[in-house]
């Protein structure tokens, strides 16, 4: 059997590993600033590129796209080539893939602080960048599927098929949930709308944690778990039924997100259903990732390596069996817009994704640059800085997620709210948010430790840009009776990633096409809910723009406390013309679903210039620029075309009448500020915001007239 030489590429991992290094402490710095500025304002630093609305995405994107997307990319190269026996498909698709992507990144640098974003969770991105995005996942993708095509492995690694599932699914979930309608270079409206926008949204957001944040760091837990340790995987037969139930379960448990919305009943029971389920095939992961180290715990409590891997393995199974429990309405409904999801999310991105990444490049580099890691001791002092830094930031967000549900649902026994006012609850929980933002410095802190150590180790080496390699080329596979059903899928890489497409296709088929053929529903509809008036439109779009969405929800809950502090309940024919959806994940501040008429003018006014003169002890930030930056009038008339075209009634030739519609609402809210004292002018950004705040809820209230 001839043996064929070849080299292995090192030097687009190496290009990889750094930049997730260097963009994870960023986007950990900038998290860190986001904690802050919940209990401490002035962090805010009095600029409109710094609000927690502008920088809180910035993070996300930051972590989640950044460092976890480099250190997929980091890590897939490296082990994709080892296990296959072959170099990456094309060099040059490599090297697209890898500056496609920093370039990606740094677009979400400067756009996200300017306002530039749709508002949807983990796809805050304008639509340019989506295409970006789209293009460059695909050329991963054709680099990836050409390598496994060339390989000299006549079988794949399990680590090759949770990589397929990976590719295939983002792709589908990236495409689906931006579609989108332009207005301009840097604005676009959801083509989905309310209640349908909501369901898309949540199966890419729930699923962009599953195929993003989970498969392919499973799939790095299957090849960098054994090498550390030198052991084989537990159980191959394990991993078939990991891999196949997973991923054909994940994709249904999007709707758990929306439980007690306005989202239909039996949507909400299926993503329940589904994400209970997964227990089962997600521990399967954590449990064959922990056996695959029996016997060798001695070597455990010497490697800071495999330490880092055991809680990151562990952190998994504690998030997987959290997200289900979490899905049960009984505990949703203690959970939901409270800081338990901040503390179950992180959890999972510090401890499974974080410290899976930590252990990856502490093996990795020492590999590519063919010496030692410069220090133990050093790794050891990080892996316990990042334990107790996640310790000290989830112990206090539980604390603080059963403080805000226990007085948020207080009656006293008269039957009133015994805290109606919502901000004293956020007063009573600034200090678990102190803990939580000292939890990341301590974080934040091993992570340059690591940065020092693993400098110092490349210093000490050389290294290897094309590792030299050889291995016998991939013979035909000649049958010589029956064989295991499962090793045949493996040989067959096309065969295997339609199979994998099937799989990830069939609960999105079966969960969107019916929400979207009830979308003009007559049991639905709301005769006297209409369009937004221009003036609000732009007021809405401002709104988005500033981040409002990610403190404040616009979905009351049919909850006794939340509608005695709230008003009615939300309805879904209320959201139909809502591009998109604003329901919210998170309460920072109090809902604003029926704020529309609750207070004047004025008030708005005043609490967006300076929000502790109207809400003593608030932690939001002053927005004093929105008082003196002007709207833009002249866009108007194509955001009216852009919203007809999605099914929005606006009248034909409405357009021409679209500036002087606004300014007319405009001026009526500048001469009701003047009565009040207050100076401004019609073209101010905070006119619009104010014409968008008096709007919300106020359709129902004609109704029940």
């Known amino acids: 059997m001839e043996i064929e030489k070849f080299h292995y590429d090192n030097k687009v991992v190496k290009y990889f590993a750094i930049a997730t290094v260097v963009w994870g402490a960023i986007g950990m710095l900038v998290g860190l600033l986001a904690a802050t500025q919940l209990f401490a304002p002035e962090a805010n630093l009095g600029s409109e590129y710094t609000t927690f609305g502008r920088i809180r995405p910035l993070h996300t994107n930051a972590v989640i796209f950044a460092f976890v997307g480099n250190a997929i990319f980091a890590g897939v190269y490296y082990s994709m080539q080892r296990l296959l026996k072959t170099r990456m498909f094309n060099d040059a698709l490599s090297w697209i893939n890898f500056w496609g992507w920093q370039l990606i990144i740094l677009s979400a640098v400067i756009t996200l602080p300017m306002g530039f974003t749709s508002s949807k969770e983990y796809a805050e991105l304008e639509w340019p960048i989506d295409i970006a995005i789209a293009l460059i996942w695909v050329v991963f993708g054709i680099n990836m599927i050409g390598t496994i095509i060339k390989r000299r492995e006549k079988h794949m690694y399990v680590a090759i098929w949770f990589y397929i599932a990976s590719f295939v699914t983002v792709a589908v979930l990236h495409i689906v949930n931006s579609f989108a309608l332009p207005v301009n270079f840097m604005k676009s409206y959801s083509a989905f709308a309310g209640v349908q926008d909501a369901l898309v949204q949540w199966w890419y957001g729930h699923n962009a944690v599953a195929f993003f944040l989970t498969t392919p760091y499973l799939g790095l837990m299957y090849y960098f778990l054994p090498k550390a340790a030198n052991r084989p995987i537990y159980s191959y037969k394990l991993s078939i039924v990991h891999f196949w139930a997973l991923i054909f379960l994940y994709i249904w448990a999007g709707p758990h997100h929306l439980l007690y919305t306005s989202l239909p009943e039996w949507a909400q029971a299926l993503g329940t259903a589904f994400s209970i389920m997964l227990i089962a095939p997600s521990w399967g992961g954590m449990v064959n990732g922990l056996l695959t180290l029996r016997g060798a715990w001695d070597k455990v409590k010497e490697d800071p390596i495999l330490k880092f891997m055991v809680v990151a393995i562990t952190a998994y199974g504690m998030a997987v069996f959290e997200g289900p429990m979490l899905s049960l309405k009984s505990v949703n409904a203690i959970a939901h817009y409270t800081d338990w999801i901040v503390a179950h999310v992180h959890i999972g991105a510090l401890g499974w994704n974080g410290f899976l990444t930590f252990g990856m490049l502490y093996w990795m580099i020492p590999q590519m640059w063919k010496t030692k890691l410069f220090s133990r001791k050093l790794a050891n002092t990080h892996f316990w800085l990042g334990t107790l830094g996640i310790i000290f930031y989830a112990l206090p967000m539980y604390v603080s997620a059963f403080t805000q549900w226990l007085m948020w649902k207080e009656f006293t026994p008269e039957g009133i709210l015994q805290y109606p006012n919502f901000l004293s609850t956020t007063l009573q929980i600034i200090p678990m948010h102190m803990l939580r933002a000292f939890g990341g ?36 596979v000649v049958s010589k009776g029956k064989e295991y059903w499962h090793r045949v899928w493996e040989r067959k890489p096309i065969f295997f990633t339609l199979l994998t497409t099937v799989a990830i296709l069939i609960g999105g088929i079966f969960e969107l096409i019916p929400s979207f053929m009830m979308k003009d529903n007559e049991a639905t509809k709301i005769e006297a809910v209409k369009p937004y008036t221009p003036l609000e439109l732009e007021g809405r779009d401002i709104y988005i723009s500033e981040g409002c969405v990610g403190c404040h929800s616009q979905m009351i809950r049919p909850f006794r406390y939340e509608t005695e502090r709230y008003g009615e309940y939300s309805k879904a024919g209320e959201f139909v013309y809502d591009h998109p959806f604003l ?54 008339p194509d955001k009216i075309t852009v919203m007809r075209k999605l099914g929005v009634p606006y009248e034909e030739g409405f357009e021409e009448e679209v500036q002087a519609n606004a300014m007319a609402q405009a001026e009526g809210i500048v001469k009701r500020l003047e009565a009040d004292g207050i100076e401004t002018v019609p073209e101010a950004k905070i006119v619009a915001l104010i014409a968008y705040l008096q709007r919300l809820g106020t359709d129902i209230k004609v109704a029940d007239k």
């Open 441 to 476: 410095l301590l974080y934040l802190l091993g992570v340059f430790v690591m940065v020092y150590n693993l400098i110092k180790t490349a210093k000490a080496g050389n290294f290897v840009a094309n590792e030299a390699a050889e291995a016998p080329a991939l013979e035909k």
């Open 583 to 636: 329901w919210g994940s998170k309460r920072t501040g109090p809902d604003l679903h029926r704020v529309g008429e609750k207070y004047p003018d004025s008030w708005h006014f005043n609490h967006m210039y300076d929000p502790r003169s109207m809400s003593p002890g608030s932690t939001m930030p002053p927005y004093p620029w929105l008082l003196e930056q002007p709207y833009d009038l002249e866009g108007l």
